[in-house]
């Protein structure tokens, strides 16, 4: 790395420290402190046991509600808080408590399918995966637990699909489960997170790819991007599901019997030579062409 | 490239003065960086290919919350952001607001695409030429915007902004004068999309509607590669050498259009609920292609050898496409709850490219009648196609510690197709209309007893036709899960899968099969202790008859997985120091040996109060069974300093 860039990306990473510390200075103690005394606490009078829970909620988004309490989610806790009985007190969970976080979450465009979709009928409600008093979530959204880490706890197949060689970096950095998959709801039965046109969320990154061409390939027409590439990973590069290229297009492209979309005859293709036993080689437009019909270029 | 690095980092410092100047309270802190070593030895193209991590300074992880008093500009702000630098994809989030007033969300997402591997179109692996002729070494940068203003009231107003970016070099071919050659290529494509809406939010019933625009730009640039002009192909053809003195090609597309997208959300009562969305565009884009090129080539389209081309290409597609998707969630009696579903969508697709093309300095095959020749194509393309899905599914909860779903769907397609968009592989009719429908049964159970959690779904897909050769005609599933929890000593978590399909459709004889069956235990001996052990097994097969091209025989297209995966790790905390070590073993003795062997030993030190540093050491060791030449080692070390509040 020359001098110069050195210099200008240490430059960088000092004013993010000395910006974020400003940040840090100015709450002083107020890990200590919570912002309101407990005399005007409007989570009275439960805080007289709850003080944790009332001492860190205010960080909590469902802080920014006005009318929130610990009524809102608990109802009516008088008699709990006289007698002290667990039993006493509604502790939203399961299908009720997912319910009741419908009410103010349910109109969301992501919400599409959640009382009875794939989760729950796994018996996997929102308290499953999110922490509603959580002070210092691990991750956004009030999440138990690191990105994505709370998914492969339930998903270990997937999991080790990221450890095959050819496959999308989970977890260290930018990617998690939920940037391609809508947990909530989504579409399909693997939950896929569409983009704004109802896409499948491989042309959100791979963009290129999304068209429409004047000759299409499988997207578009029928099929998706998953007919030919395991997308979590794959032992094979590009993360193909087969291990040579000929064998993924000659598998639909052969014509026997006839009768089915693509299945015209090959070309006199001499696939002993190597030039002919990859097929992109030639047909480079493998995604769609506007340009060429044999998607050629 | 510069500035890439530096947005994000002045967003954050922004955003502390602001959240420091508003007398903010930092209720969480942490920010985790420092800088990484690399140590790659073996096919380093192939480390890239996987992993691309870097030397250098890296983001570990960033995270702020404040919270503010009321009145200010804001009264919670949240900041992640994690992997800038060194590593190959970093994200930056940032979600800000003001009760009553707004709720602003921003995320950015940056990565590194890299790809040069030794076997994909590379005609010269038995030369032992690597890598192959398809590379890419691009960078991609995703942001997004939204912002609701008046969050929690009657009407909430929204406005969005997205822009997508991909840049960079690559190597691609080109086949012309039946050879095929080398090119650099450049691509650049953006997208930009502006949205506007509404959200209502009555006592029961939510709705959001969004009008978004969407335009993108794309540009790909080609030129002969030094030392392509030879082609692939060194024989001569009809007696005649062929090469590529020279090639440019430049190619524009643009597209823009609308998409309307609405949903909404209502409950009648405790027990009956609904749901909806719909989705309209209007897909559109346009491209034109300038293409010239010179050498000694032969066509045999026109029957001739000739000198140079230049060719000119007008396209143009529309595909206004719509889905709508219903449902009704009900709970008639407590514990029971029904639902049901309809969704259809439709897209209908027409394409036109016009290509004119000029060959110059022609003859014919025995080097007579020397002229140009112009020839023009016109092709259209269309197709329809329409889907429909019915599902309806029953649950019950009210057995004890035993829930049992059903869920039954119908999905049918129609398809379309005219022939000039089916001739990918050679002319010849392959259009026409093409109809499927999938009925799909499943079921499940989930118990809990005590720590033990188990579930066991199934699933049977039929569909009586085919619309590609490798379409199912049954598809079988079953999946086996248990969850076992001693306290906070043990967990046992373990899982299996078996997965059946085919097309016994004569001439097709498609099967194939998937196993998978792992555990994973997680033992805290002690608080400070915690071992993680794993183990894992898949196994797929699948066989179906395709035609050889070179001489129209018959052979099953044979494909093997076999692959096995252990893993250990175990961490221990004494004092200020945490150490944590581990190792993985992935092999699979399928179609593509190979093996992956992983290791990582971390070191954790807490200075003081809110400052630690951390040591990173890791290891990544790839061989393939049979090509040595795609093997590497990979070591990274990191040092890294963590301050938290």
Redesign the interface.
Known sequence: ?PAGRWT??AA??L??????????????A??ADP?AAKSASPYAPCDTCHDDIAA?F??N?H????AATCASCHGDGSKHAAEGDKALIKVPS??AGA?LC??CH????A???T??GAH????VFCASCHSIHS??PA??ALLRAERGAECV??H??QR?EF?????H?LG????ACYSCHNPHGGTGRASLKTG???EVPCL?????K????????VT????DCM?CHEPHGS????RL?????D?VC????????AG???????????????????C?????AIHGS??S????? | M?HR??TP??A??????L??SA???????S?G?GYQWLDVSGNEDMYK???NERQ??ALQE?S????A?SGGLF??L?V?A??F?A?????F?L?V?R??MYDLRISY???RAF?A?P????????QGIVP???TQNRV?D?LDMDLQLF??AVITPLVGY?R?H?DGPGT????VGEN?YRLDSH?A?T?H?A?AGV?I?LDG????V?E?W?A?H?TDAYALAPGGGAG??PAPVLGQDQSLDSFN?R?R?DGSYA?T?G???G?VS?RL?F?G?F?K?D???S?A?DEQLSGSLVSFAIARFFGGLGQQ?H?????P?W?G?A?V?AEPVDGL???G?YAR?H?D?D???L?SSLYTGTVNYAGLDPRNLATLLT?T?A?E?NQTTWDG?L?T?NLGPL?L?A?VARVD?E?T?TP?????????G?G?R?DRTIRRWSA?A?A?VDGL?L?L?WKDDHAPD?????DYRDLKRWRL?A?WTAGKLLRV?G?A?KLDGDNP????DYDFRAR?W?V?VDLTALEALGVRL?Y?K?KADSA???????N?T?EP?L?T?D?E?KSASASYKIGPVSLEGGW?R?T?S???G?S?DRAFAHCDVELTAALGATLVFDRYR?RDDLLAISNFDANRYAFLLR?H?
Request: glycine fraction near 10%; include cysteine; charged fraction near 20%.
């Open positions: 790395m200008r990306a960088v990473w004013r993010l420290l000395a910006g974020a510390g400003a940040a840090a200075l100015a709450g002083g107020a890990l912002p860190s205010p960080a988004p802080a920014r509600l006005a399961g299908a319910k419908l009410g349910g109109g969301q465009p919400f599409t399918r009382g009875t729950a009928t796994a018996s002070p210092a991750n956004v706890s339930c270990p197949v080790r450890d095959k060689p050819f496959a970096h260290r950095s930018g990617l704004t046109a109802g959100t990154c791979h963009g290129e999304r068209g429409p061409f004047v000759f299409q390939h578009g027409m029928t099929g007919s032992n094979n590069p590009k599901t087969r291990a040579r290229v064998q000659l598998e639909c492209h052969s014509a026997l019997p089915n979309l693509g299945a015209g005859p090959p070309s006199f293709h001499n696939l002993l030579l190597p030039r002919y036993q990859n992109t080689v030639c047909h480079v506007n340009s019909p044999m998607l050629l270029k | 510069r690095h530096r980092a002045l954050l410092l922004l955003l502390a003065l959240a420091a007398g903010a309270q930092t209720t969480h802190f920010l960086a290919s996987q992993l250098g300074l960033l702020l919350t404040v919270a008093p009264d919670r949240r992640d994690s992997g630098g590593e190959p994809e970093g994200r989030r979600s607001g009760s009553g997402f940056r990565a790809s591997l076997t994909l179109a590379n005609p010269f692996l038995d192959g002729q398809h991609l995703n969050p929690g997205s997508y991909v691609t071919t080109y086949h095929e691509l494509e997208t999309e949205r959200g939010h019933f939510q709705a959001t969004v978004a969407r993108f794309d692939n192909n090609r190619d597309s998409v997208t949903s909404f959300a409950t405790d609920r749901t969305s989705v565009t897909f559109q884009s491209l292609e290409t396209a143009r597609t529309s595909a496409d889905r998707a449902r969630e709850e029904a639902s579903g969508s897209r697709f394409g036109l490219a290509i092709s393309t197709l196609r599914m649950s909860r829930r779903w869920d397609e398809l197709v000039d968009a089916a001739e990918i592989v050679v002319p010849g392959q026409g093409f499940g989930t809990t959690k579930a779904d085919s619309i590609v050769r490798t899960r969850d978590v899982t899968e459709a004569e001439g097709i998978h792992g994973d794993g894992a898949f179906v008859t395709i035609v050889v091209p070179q129209f018959l297209s494909y997985e692959g995966e993985s992935f699979n399928g179609d593509l190979l992956l790839y301050w509040e």
